[in-house]
Structures are given as C-alpha cells and as structure tokens.
C-alpha cells in the first residue's frame, strides 16, 4: 500500500500554495506550522514572513486565508491576533484518513519510507571479553537498538556494529596464566549457561591478576605472551578465542534477557581490525595528518589543551610500536566507509569519551575518509544515576551487574502483573513479568533524551501511572480486552459521524505517527517517539472515561469507536515495537 498523507502534511501543502500565490517571494517559506490548543493547528510563519517583505502580518495572513477554500479537509481557518492561523479539520477528514492507515495490510499504518534511504553503520552495545557487563553498559544496547529498528523502519539500510573488547595487554596476563592452570576452563562451553561462563572467566581474571601484580618472573611471561598474541602465534591464537567464545555465550544471554537480537556477524571487536593498523598508520604519516612526536604517531588539534596549555594529541600508535584505540577505531572507519559503502557513521558512546570520538573524526576528515558525502555522529549518553543522583552503585560500592538489575526489574514487574492478573496462569504471569519488567527499564532510558543522566528507580518504572512503559501497555491490553469483548461486532470506520471532543483529539495525534518516525530516525531520538506514545496513551485513557465504546449510542458509533481503539492498538504496538518493547495481549 501507498504512504497516507498525514492531515497536517495535507494542510502544511495547502498554507505553501497559499502563501506562493500570495508573496511569490515566499515559495519556499514554511508555514511553521504546528498542534495547537486554540484550535487543531496553528500556522506562525506568516510574521516572520510580513516582518521580510515590510507588510502587515494580519493583512497578509488575510489575504492568505482567502485564497483557501474550505472542504472537508480544511473546515475552517480564522485569522488570530497579529497573524496567526487557526486551522480547524473536519471530522470526517481525520476518520477517512486514519481509515486509510488502517487499511495499510503490511502493518506500517501508511508510514512512508525514506525517499533516499543509504547505509547507516551503527556502533553499539560494546561489552569487553572477559568482563561482566555492569549498569553502564545498559544504555549503549538499549539506545542502540531503538535507534536501529526505528532507522530499519524507514528503509535505511542498517549495519550493525559491536565493536567488543577483545584485544590488549590483559589478554596476555589471562593467556599465559590459563596456559599454566589448564583446568581452570576445562568445561565445554555449550554445557555451561551465559552467567556460569563469565563466573568462570571472572575468577580467572582474578586469580590472573592477583598472580600478575605479585609475582615478577609470572608479569614477564605474560607481557611476552602479548607479543605472542600480536604476532599471531596459533597456539596463542586458540586460547585467546577460547576467551571470546566464553564470553560470547555470556553476552548472547544478557541481551536475550534485554529481549534484543544480536547476532554473531554483527560482532566485530578490535581483533577484527588488526590486519589494517599499520596501513592506517602508514596512511596516515605519509600524507602528514598524522606526525611522530617523542617516539608515538599523533594527530595535534590546535584547539585541544591541556590544563598547562600544551597541545594534547590523538596518539595512533606508542612509542614502544603498540597501537591505541585510535588507530583501532580509525582503521574502524575505513572499513566501514571504504568496505561497507556506509554514508553514516552512528556511535552509542559514553559521553565521557566525546573528546576522544571528536579528535577521530576529525583526523579522518584530515585524512580524506570522511568527507561531504559521509558523516559520523556520535549518540553520546549521559550516566544511570541511583536513586541519590549519584552514579549508580551497589551498597558496597560496587559497579551494579546488569544481570542482577534486569533480574530484580523482571522480579518487580512479575509481583505488579500477579496482582492484576484476573485469569493468567503462572506461567503467564512469568512471561508478562520478564515482558513489562524489561519495557520498564528500557522505557526508562529511551524516554529521557540520550545526553541526559536519568535515576534508574524501579518503583517508579513498573507503576501503573505516570510515564512508564507499563502504563503504555496497559492502555494496550485494555484496548485488546475491548475489542475481545465486542465479540461479532467488528471495528469499522464512519466518516460521516461527528466526532466527540476527545476522538478527535486521538484521532489527530495517531494521524501524526508517520512525522513522528521520521523525526526520530532523522534525529536519532527515540526518545521522542516514547513522548508521542505516551501522549497516545493519555489520550486514549480522556477518550476511554469520556466516550462509551460498546455502549455508544448508535450501532455505527460502536463501530466506529472500536474502529479508533482498533487504530490507537495498532499504533501503540507498532510503536512501541520499535523501542524494542513488548505489548502484551492481556495483563
């Protein structure tokens, strides 16, 4: 099916034509138009405009206003204060249109797709091998992942990109301490679960690092290890793997605990970039972006200083010949733009490493990598605060594991569902609860813009009131009861009926879905398509207390009702799919 014209767009096309005919010079101008509480819309762009060409704004906006005719779109439109327009749509114009959504059989509800979609790489949910995952990984995957499904909804081609940690100096410590205590891993890993595996791991790493700080001759086999393990050494080769497998199968399990998909060839961590770091460096030096200063190859910025006011570089590669992280993620960068063809570069990054990520992507500019045609972005995310304000900790002090957040999210949402659950079996309500406690921590993170820090308070994500994600599906299972309990009678749109107050003010907000997506995909906002479900969902609560459905008047306003249930479902559903949150049946 064809995209549907959302009303506003209909009525944004009518205003241009209008003002063109009106003020030629205003061809391109934009009505600014925007929801209003006076009216359905309210276009202000016609001030700015008076303002340019030296006339009156409320002359010109009469003048406007009569070259528009009223139909069943446009119902009304009056002239307001020093210029504005108050636009007021007909009732049958936002039931046919959201009829017209409706009858969208492949589920998009006439979301368009992107008229130029091109490829998008996306840097996201970047554990490290041999670690656990804590807190502050949470928001990368989370982040990351909406932003994919929303982009992937448009049409764009999307490359997912975990670029792990899965190379360095410690890996020389972990290998040669195994090498020397062979039973430490001697289980097979298919036998083991996910958090088993990094138990394992962990107290490897322990063991490893206690030996490593305590014992000198131990230290010196371990850093001649590392040579090993750059060197390519088969037998070094083979253990180190055995690492990343290990933890492969601890990371696969958290994120199906997050309920995200993450497959084994999107993970691409440092090791995958090695064959390409000297080239880099080599690249580098010969066209002069990057120079040799004490030793190392560094980039220097002149507006980048220290607090001596020395400049501080980017340094690609040490001066003992070990490789940075930046040479890493800038051989990154050529494979992606060079390899993968990508027009974006998109990282869900810490925004703590924003100086780091700044000086990258400028060198690859410097370097012809990055140029008109390519940009790179960094999705910088602020902190998960405790409830306190401070960064998220256990009592002891300690970094929070995720699995043990996720496991007290799903424990509290489990204990909310059993208590509302009329007619849900155990293990239903085990379902529902890992379902809603996961949508509660994920809504939490997307609905708070990426670059803020935001307090991770469980009582307040599993409430049934307020900006939860519990809320939002809430309104979802209520609807669905709804629509069970209409039995034979059958949703059905009826433009000819007048509409309430409130269905007309749901009516216009699901129509404005398809702008919504294409905002947040453009802007890498997911947290504004939480804000519009949200919205969504409050509206169709005024609408629910003020506007019986299977007691309406009329058989046709029956119909019609569940008809904009039906539609506020779907959208809910579709919405809140592309967070990456489930929207159970019944709760």
Not at 348 to 374: C, I, P, Y
Not at 441 to 463: G, H, I, P
Not at 477 to 503: F, M, N, Q, V, Y
Not at 539 to 557: R, W
Request: proline share 3%; glycine share 6%.
């Amino acid at each position: 099916m064809a995209s549907v014209t959302s009303l506003s767009d209909f009525v944004q096309q009518r205003l241009a034509s209008a003002l063109s005919a009106t003020l030629p010079e205003a061809a391109d101008a934009d009505p600014l138009l925007r929801r209003s509480d006076r009216a359905d819309f309210q276009a202000n762009g016609i001030l700015a405009l008076a303002k340019k060409a030296k006339a009156n704004p409320r002359e010109l906006a009469t003048q406007v206003v009569a070259r528009i005719e009223s139909d069943d779109v446009i119902k009304d439109i009056e002239v307001s204060g020093p210029g504005f327009l108050n636009i007021t749509i007909g009732d049958s114009a936002i039931t046919a249109n959201l009829a017209e959504r409706y009858a969208d059989d492949t589920g998009r509800l006439g979301v368009p797709y992107a008229e130029h979609p091109g490829t998008t790489v996306i840097d996201y949910a970047q554990p490290n091998v041999a670690k656990e995952m804590h807190v502050g990984h949470l928001r990368s995957a989370v982040i990351g992942d909406a932003v994919v499904q929303i982009l992937e909804f448009t049409g764009e081609n999307v490359v997912r990109r975990h670029h792990i940690g899965d190379w360095g100096t410690q890996f020389g410590m972990l290998i040669q301490y195994l090498d020397e205590h062979p039973h430490e891993l001697d289980h097979k890993a298919a036998q083991v679960t996910g958090e088993e595996a990094m138990s394992n791991l962990d107290r490897l790493y322990k063991a490893a690092r206690k030996l490593f700080d305590s014992d000198e001759e131990f230290k010196t086999r371990a850093r001649r290890r590392v040579v090993d393990l750059q060197a390519g050494d088969p037998h070094t080769l083979a253990t180190w793997q055995k690492f990343v497998d290990e933890s492969k199968i601890y990371f696969f399990s958290v994120f199906e605990k997050l309920d995200m998909e993450v497959r084994d060839t999107d993970i691409v961590g440092e090791s995958g970039y090695n064959d390409m770091l000297a080239e880099t460096c080599r690249l580098l030096e010969e066209s002069g972006v990057a120079v040799r200063s004490e030793g190392a190859l560094c980039v220097f910025f002149e507006d980048i200083k220290g607090p001596d006011g020395n400049p501080v570089p980017l340094i690609v590669q040490k001066s003992d010949g070990g490789y940075g992280y930046a040479a890493t993620d800038l051989s990154a960068i050529r494979d992606r733009v060079f390899n993968l063809k990508a027009n974006s570069l998109l990282y869900v990054v810490d925004a703590r490493q924003s100086l780091h990520f700044k000086m990258v992507f400028e060198t690859a500019r410097r370097a012809g990598w990055l140029g008109d045609d390519v940009k790179a972005f960094q999705l910088a995310f602020g902190t998960v605060l405790g409830k306190d304000g401070k960064p998220f900790k256990t009592r002891e002090g300690e970094t929070v594991r995720l699995v043990d957040l996720l496991d007290e999210a799903i424990q509290r949402a489990s204990a909310v569902v059993r208590e509302k659950a009329q007619d849900l079996s155990e293990e239903e309500i085990a379902e529902r609860g890992a379902q809603v406690g996961i949508g509660a921590v994920k809504y939490a993170d997307l609905s708070t813009s990426a670059n803020r820090d935001y307090k991770f308070d469980l009582d307040q994500m599993v409430s049934l009131n307020g900006d939860t994600s519990v809320y939002l599906q809430y309104a979802y299972a209520r609807i669905r009861s709804i629509l069970r309990k209409a039995g034979d009678t059958r949703p059905a749109a009826h433009p000819e009926l007048a509409l309430a107050d409130a269905e007309r003010a749901l009516g216009l907000h699901v129509d404005s879905f398809a702008e919504t997506v294409a905002e947040a995909a453009a802007e890498y906002a997911p947290h504004k398509l939480a804000a519009y479900l949200y919205h969504l969902a409050s509206l169709y609560t005024s609408f629910y207390d003020k506007c019986p459905v299977l007691k309406a008047e009329t058989p046709e306003q029956v119909e019609n009702r569940l008809f904009l249930c039906d539609v506020t479902a779907r959208t809910l559903h579709q919405g809140m799919a592309l967070l990456g949150i489930r929207t159970p049946e019944k709760l």
